[in-house]
């Protein structure tokens, strides 16, 4: 199966959450693809993947916490879209819902 990664890309002008995904058992990794392009600093990336190529990002940032999806293996996402203000405990809700998938 592929392999991903997510991460806060800190080396531009603003933090943004990036993926990149390994096809070949972690030896090579893809380029990475930015989740959302906004220039609204973003942090504490979580990802799930699917088997059929589906990938959901989450992440907190500026305006809460948001959601990405993904079908062709995290080459492309959709916009961004905000789940919540920022709640702690609303995010954990979110992990739970997304690990259950």
Excluded: C
């Amino acid at each position: 199966g592929n392999i991903y990664a997510a991460w806060m890309d800190d080396y531009s002008p603003t933090a943004k959450i990036v993926v990149a995904v390994s096809t070949d058992g972690g030896s090579n990794f893809s380029h990475q693809t930015a989740v959302d392009a906004s220039y609204i600093p973003q942090g504490h990336p979580k990802i799930i993947a699917r088997g059929n190529g589906e990938v959901w990002v989450s992440w907190q940032d500026g305006r809460g916490i948001n959601m990405a999806h993904s079908t062709d293996t995290g080459q492309t996402f959709s916009p961004a879209v905000k789940v919540n203000d920022l709640n702690n405990a609303v995010y954990s809700a979110i992990l739970k819902e997304m690990e259950e998938m």
